[in-house]
């Protein structure tokens, strides 16, 4: 790092925080940033700076949206009364890449993990049993199948079993370990399809 003057160092060390950015990456990224017209950098930072700033939790189903409310809670087509639970946007975009679920989803923002202290409160798991108030008819659980996401659906199913709401939770398809985002699609609808009531 001291081979390079300040701002450099000061670039490479901003984009080497970021996940999965080693320093080897950070450098590789610097200077591509450095080497492009200063009108695509421009364009890059406002588009980082505006999102962040515009983008927030759906008011329903707490994914990030830049609306009040996201595409898929608006959409009059979609069966309110199924609620899909993930971990994270980006499961939730997984699901919607098979085109085959018609439901809503619920989007926590983590698993509950007591090694890494995420407790049932970190994630928007109150926020899941408010949205139960209303007329739903099933939940279908599809945390990731690792220690926190199984650990996560238990807890769930535990909750909404008392509201006498249907509760389900996706087949093993999806291999042990592994992120819903790394499954494709055909594994991901097997799952869906063979989810098994609890
Ligand atoms: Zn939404």
Known sequence: MEYYSEQIS?????????????????QRLAFHILHMPHADVKRLSETILSA???????????TLTDQDICPICA????????????EDSRDMAAYEHTKEYKGV?????????????????????????????????EVIIATNSSLEGETTAMYISKLVKPTGIKVSRIASGVPVGGDLENTDEITLLRALEGRTEL
């Open 10 to 26: 000061q670039l490479i060390a901003e984009l080497s925080s970021l996940p999965s950015i080693g320093s080897k990456s950070a």
């Open 52 to 62: 962040r700033e515009n983008v927030r939790f759906c008011k329903e189903c707490f």
């Open 75 to 86: 959409d009059e087509k979609r069966d309110h009364h199924t609620i899909m639970v993930v």
């Open 105 to 137: 989803y619920h989007v926590l923002h983590g698993a509950i993990s007591p090694m890494q202290g995420i407790g049932p409160d970190d994630i928007r798991l109150k926020e899941l049993m408010a949205r139960l108030q209303s007329d739903v008819d």
